[in-house]
Structure formats: C-alpha cells, structure tokens
C-alpha cells in the first residue's frame, strides 16, 4: 500500500485536489509539498476489512491486537509492541477495529450475496496503474473489490463507511461533497485500459454503518446524473 501512495501518477483524490484549487494541485503534486505516508487508523481499518471479507479466519493471522494498557501511539511500551509487530510480519490494530471491520464484511457480503455467487474470481485492495492512451498521463487507482463474473465481465465495488445509517440522500449529499462521481469516471477508466477483453458491468458503491447493525446500502450513478 505504501508503493502505492508513494508512487507519482494522477488519483481520484489527486483529481480532487484539483478541481477545488489547482495552486494546492500545483503545491503538492507538481512542487512536492507533502509529507510521507502514514498508515492512519481509517486506513487501517479498510485493509482489515478487506481482508475479513476474503477470510475472517485469517485475519488474527495477518494483524496483531494492541494491547489494552497502551492508549496512544508514542512511549516505550508503544515503541517495544511496534518493533514485535514489524518481527512477526504483523500491522498493529485496535481490538474494536478488528471487531468493526469483520462486522462490516459480513455485512457488505449479504449484501452483495447475489454478485458473489456469480463470480468466479474476488479480489481486494487491487492496485492499478495505468498510462492514459489519449494523453500519456500516468494514473492510478485501488479498487477495494474486483469481481470477475461468470459472464467475463467486472464488477467493482467501492466501500464507504459510516457512523450514519445509509440513506439516498446522505449518500447523494456525500456523493457531491466528496465526488464519488469522479471516483466512479477514473476507476472505470482504468478498468477499461487494463482489462479491455473483460466489458465493466457496473461500479458500485457499498455504504455501510459501522455500528448497531451495520446496514449496508449499493449505490450507483445512473447515465444521467
């Protein structure tokens, strides 16, 4: 995942970045002004998901439970735990993370219990780069799901969560605010460059309440909007 964020080549946040001001684009995607990476708790939290969704049972396997009596993130203890994780080949997370993250996989596979069973192929996290034909821009993505149906085609889904419960319109209000609509045009560009032979079905957008029940709803974005 570092290699990814590390890489240079145009994203859907970097696309972002310019749409709302093409100085800060400038600032930080042409003169460098960023720091380096830092795998926060969110994104933590995702790579657990995903990784629940593929196997719950691997999950204890890939990931190591901090322990109760470290509270933050600095000091001795934290310092001792970390340097364990990194000889294990393990990612530090919280123990409720751990919980949250099984629980929305369950439920984003109810949910998507039909798609499932007509693939032949799951994949998570799939990092892509790609070359713009027209342009000869560099660009990238990561799909957080990648099926591949039975039919030849693609499905990808894309996992928005939540402390709200997903209705309409707070996903149209989230939709507009944090520009699924341009997420959902350079992913699918990218599918259609890398995988030409495989037509892309649809790009979906799982949303999904990380508390009570954990309901999750499937968006898409019709021709029109």
């Known amino acids: 995942m570092i290699d990814y964020f590390a ?4 994203s859907r946040s970097s696309l972002m970045t310019f749409k709302e001001s093409p100085e800060e684009y400038y600032a930080v995607h042409v ?4 720091g380096d990476f830092d795998e926060t708790d969110s994104v933590l939290r995702g790579t657990v998901a995903h990784a629940a969704f593929e196997d719950i ?17 600095r000091g001795k203890k934290w310092d001792e735990f970390r ?6 080949g393990k990612s530090p997370v919280k123990a409720v993370d751990i919980e949250r993250s ?4 369950e439920s984003l596979k109810m949910a998507l219990k039909d798609a499932l069973n007509g693939a032949t192929k799951i994949e998570s996290e799939v990092v892509c780069f ?34 709200e419960r997903p209705t309409g319109w707070k996903f149209r209000k989230s939709a507009k605010s944090y520009g699924y609509w341009l997420q959902d045009v350079h992913y699918s560009r990218g599918c259609e460059v890398l995988w030409p032979d495989q037509p892309l079905r649809d790009f979906v957008f799982a949303s999904i309440q990380t508390q009570g029940r954990y309901p999750c709803r499937l968006f898409r974005f019709d021709e029109v909007t």
Not at 7 to 10: E, V
Not at 57 to 73: H, L, N, T, Y
Not at 83 to 88: D, L
Not at 136 to 147: T, Y
């Open 57 to 73: 049972k691997s999950v204890r396997e890939r990931f190591a439970i901090i322990p109760e009596e470290i509270k933050v993130r």
């Open 102 to 105: 099984v629980r929305t996989a």
């Open 7 to 10: 890489t240079p080549a145009i």
């Open 31 to 34: 003169c460098g002004e960023s």
């Open 130 to 163: 790609w070359t713009e034909p027209d342009l000869g821009l560099d660009c990238k993505a990561m799909l957080d799901l990648k099926l591949t149906l039975k039919t030849g085609e693609l499905l990808v889904i894309d996992i928005k969560t939540s402390d």
């Open 83 to 88: 340097k364990h994780c990194v000889s294990i």
